[in-house]
């Protein structure tokens, strides 16, 4: 085993979130209700909560010689994240500017630094377990492979990011939303990939799940009142992670991947809803879900 838990690849972001209760139109400027700043970027946020959860963690990303840059680096190494996977480079830190409108958000985002990503694999050796989020065909393609061959765990949240079909079969576990899914493979017929474990979130909270053996069901229960989704999908994934590098079954890791979402919908920000792994074990006890932690 690795000497690192999970390493998360993806982008590291600054978000800028308004809530607001219609969005602008041309030339117009609005009053938001509330806002919101903070560090972001999808792999990132999960790595927040799996280092909460006392795993030992890792990054690899770019980030700005900037103040940004600076406060990803910092607060990694605040939380206990091994942050030698992080090269800094000579252009703006990635950013994203969100507007909410109860469960409706748009979102601009600017790459930045995060283009400037690499594989470093003498790094990504380190990891028992690889975490990406969207990140480029050819670094999907070229870190799954490695990972294949190294008998490294993958898990891919691909977002809005180019799936590369050749690889596909080498995803341990594939992570979508429901909207993603029916935009990439027309339904929801979970045999449409041919990832080994495919996990589909669902727009009221709860996920339907494909495992290796073919054998699908649902996972559901908590459903909140949606302040903010901004990096509940991320919370999933950190919750199913965890599952996973415990040693759970797919059932109780998905279902710890439904109560972190249901956390993090009702806070507005990425990063607001993370507690450690004794509050959450507090948390599933009264809420009722019974889990092996
Ligand atoms: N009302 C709700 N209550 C609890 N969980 C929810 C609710 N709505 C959505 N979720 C969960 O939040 C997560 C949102 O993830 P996703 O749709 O991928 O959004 P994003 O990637 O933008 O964070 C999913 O796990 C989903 O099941
Ligand atoms: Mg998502």
């Known amino acids: 085993m690795g000497e690192l838990d999970v390493i998360g690849i993806g982008n590291l972001n600054y978000d800028i979130i308004m ?13 938001a209700k509330d806002a919101f700043f903070g560090l972001g970027g ?9 280092a909460h959860m006392g795993l030992r963690t890792g990054f690899l990303g770019a980030v700005g010689e900037d103040e940004i840059g600076e406060a990803h680096i910092a607060y990694f190494k605040k939380i206990g994240v091994d942050t030698g996977g992080i090269k800094v480079v000579g252009t703006h830190s990635g950013m994203a500017l969100v507007m909410i409108k ?19 694999f003498g790094y990504l050796e380190k990891a028992g377990h690889i975490h990406l989020s969207s990140n480029p065909p050819d ?8 990972a294949h061959k190294k008998g490294i765990m993958v898990s891919l949240d691909i977002g809005e ?10 995803i341990d576990y594939l992570l979508m939303n429901e909207d993603e899914y029916r ?30 053996n073919g054998e699908s069901f ?7 009142e949606v302040v903010d989704s901004t990096g509940a999908g991320d919370a999933f ?49 009264e809420l009722g879900l019974s889990l092996p932690f």
Do not use: C
């Open 19 to 31: 809530l607001v209760e219609r969005f602008p139109e041309f030339h117009e400027k609005i009053q």
């Open 102 to 120: 109860g469960d409706d958000k748009r979102i601009v985002k600017f790459s930045g630094a995060n283009a400037l990503k690499e594989p470093d």
């Open 139 to 146: 670094i999907l393609e070229a870190v799954i492979n490695f």
């Open 218 to 224: 649902e996972i559901r229960g908590l459903s909140a």
């Open 237 to 285: 994934d950190a919750g199913l992670i965890y599952g996973i590098i415990r040693g759970w079954n797919l059932r109780d890791a998905s279902k710890l991947g439904m109560l972190l979402a249901y956390l993090t919908v009702q806070k507005v920000g990425a990063r607001s809803a993370i507690i450690p792994l004794e509050e959450i074990k507090r948390k599933a006890r």
């Open 42 to 50: 999808a792999a990132a946020n999960t790595i927040s909560w799996l």
């Open 161 to 170: 990011a180019e799936l590369p079909g050749r690889i596909e079969d080498k």
């Open 183 to 212: 935009r990439k493979f027309g339904d929801l017929d979970l045999n449409a990939t041919a990832a080994r474990n495919l996990i589909v979130t669902l727009n009221g909270g709860g996920a339907l799940v494909r495992d290796e």
